[in-house]
């Protein structure tokens, strides 16, 4: 067999000698991957199962999960855990959908000509959005999925959702279920019957049961079904953090609310804050608002192209890692380190004549870089280039270290990383230090080894 990449000639017992030892680990990684989808093939259909199970129970939801607690062998908060919750109502700057599509139709009225039909379409895509919010809501009420049509001939709003999600005693759920399939059967045997006297005893039927089951809902009070106060507490104190970062607990007690400003101190709400993981130094508190959290990696990116750096050690280990100061850096990076698992914090780092506090959120482990750079080269904009080097260098350390090539291409990535890094500064000691010159990086850049090391995986994979 004879490979050609690059008009080079690859030494074939060379390759054959890799390609057996790749087959021998390929074989090792199909059995691992096969037993772990056997796992997750148990654990769906076990969740299938669970899912069968309670959609038919409708006793107490206290016994219902003492039964999920001794059928599964864990503890009473653990079995809470596999009770359905209800999706969070999807919000339009603090506005519900209902309330934001009546306004649009209002402004709908002004309009005229293809800027009405846009803002028509607007409207029925927010209307479509609010039914599957609704259907996964009436999903959520695991003893009324096998009642689903019947629930939905009641009308159901959020407000009429969240009253049945919240019924917990089984008589009542009972008495419910019983009053849908009344009005199931009802609607059922008046569709088949001509107006008559037959027909309205089936509509008065169905009429009395659905006004039974309103009058239960009608017994259980708005209030019964809101936020705990402490939990409307904690969401307010999340959104003052994330909109003034920095701010102390004395601060955030004088913009409360007067009902919650009389209920609590600033000592209190310190312990509420730590309870609720706010990221505090020296008195001062910091919380990643959510948009941070759904594009965290866009925000590492950023920060690494920055303030952050990608390169390789003198014994082409690689690093990556990011710097910050201040008390807003150091928070900062504390909560980036909560998020993503990874990586070493290293805080108030004295550095340079004036003991500055440094902060440094670093990254050393291969497992940890591949993992980070996989999310963020990306987002990356200045050390895209850096990071696709390192990791090549990494995928080189991993599975060629044995190449007679390998340590010479770490040493050009080495000197790549090093040239990039360095190009644009004023100061080219580092470039000088090394022998760097750029005839020398053009060459480095023609020898990159991905295109030989995925078409060595590609034929693995294929036998």
């Not at 001794?70 to 009473?76: A, E, H, V």
């Not at 709400?269 to 001062?284: F, H, P, Q, R, T």
């Not at 090549?392 to 340590?407: C, D, L, T, V, Y």
């Amino acid at each position: 067999m004879e490979l050609i990449i690059k008009d080079e000639e690859i030494d074939t017992d060379a390759l054959e000698e890799l390609l057996n030892r790749r087959k021998t680990a390929g074989g090792q990684l199909d059995q691992a991957e096969s037993e772990v989808k056997d796992i997750e093939e148990k654990i769906r259909e076990a969740a299938n199962i669970e899912m069968s199970w309670l959609q038919y129970q409708c006793h107490d939801e206290t016994e219902v999960i003492k039964d999920i607690s001794s059928n599964l062998s864990i503890n009473f908060t653990e079995a809470r855990e596999h009770i359905t919750k209800m999706p969070t109502e999807p919000l339009i700057e603090e506005k519900t959908i209902p309330e934001v599509v009546k306004e649009l139709r209002v402004i709908r009225r002004t309009l005229k000509g293809d800027t009405r039909q846009k803002m028509s379409s607007t409207i029925n895509h927010l209307i479509k959005a609010y039914t599957e919010h609704l259907d996964n809501s009436l999903d959520s009420i695991y003893w009324l999925r096998p009642f689903k049509k019947s629930v939905k001939m009641l009308t159901p709003n959020i407000g009429m959702l969240k009253k049945l999600y919240h019924i917990k005693d089984g008589e009542t759920r009972q008495t419910v279920i019983d009053n849908l399939v009344k009005m199931w059967e009802a609607d059922i045997s008046k569709s088949s019957l001509d107006y008559g006297e037959e027909y309205t005893t089936e509509v008065g039927k169905f009429k009395s049961s659905k006004k039974a089951i309103k009058a239960i809902l009608k017994e259980i009070s708005h209030q019964s079904i809101r936020k705990p106060r402490q939990k409307v507490l904690e969401d307010m104190l999340v959104k003052t953090i994330c909109n003034n970062p920095g701010i102390t607990s004395n601060t955030i007690h004088s913009l409360l609310p007067s009902s919650y400003h009389r209920s609590t101190t600033p000592q209190t709400i310190s312990k509420m804050l730590k309870k609720i993981d706010a990221i505090n130094v020296e008195g001062e508190y910091f919380i990643f608002s959510d948009e941070i959290k759904k594009d965290l990696f866009s925000y590492v990116a950023g920060f690494i192209d920055s303030d952050g750096y990608i390169t390789m050690d003198a014994k082409h280990a690689p690093r990556v890692g990011m710097i910050a100061t201040g008390d807003r850096g150091k928070a900062f990076f504390k909560e980036m380190e909560n998020q993503l698992k990874i990586g070493r914090l290293h805080l108030d780092q004295k550095v340079g004549e004036n003991n500055r506090s440094q902060h440094r959120l670093n990254f050393y482990s291969q497992g940890d870089i591949t993992k980070l750079l996989e999310k963020t080269i990306p987002h990356l904009r200045m050390k895209k280039e850096q990071g696709k080097l390192l990791q090549e260098a990494i995928m080189i350390k991993q599975n060629f270290k044995k190449e007679p090539w390998s340590k010479p291409r770490l040493e050009e990535i080495f000197k790549l990383i090093k040239w990039e890094n360095w190009k644009d500064a004023v100061n080219k000691d580092e470039l000088q230090k090394y022998n760097i010159q750029e005839a020398d990086v053009i060459k480095y850049r023609e020898n990159s080894r991905w295109d030989y090391m995925n078409t060595v995986d590609s034929i693995v994979k294929e036998d």
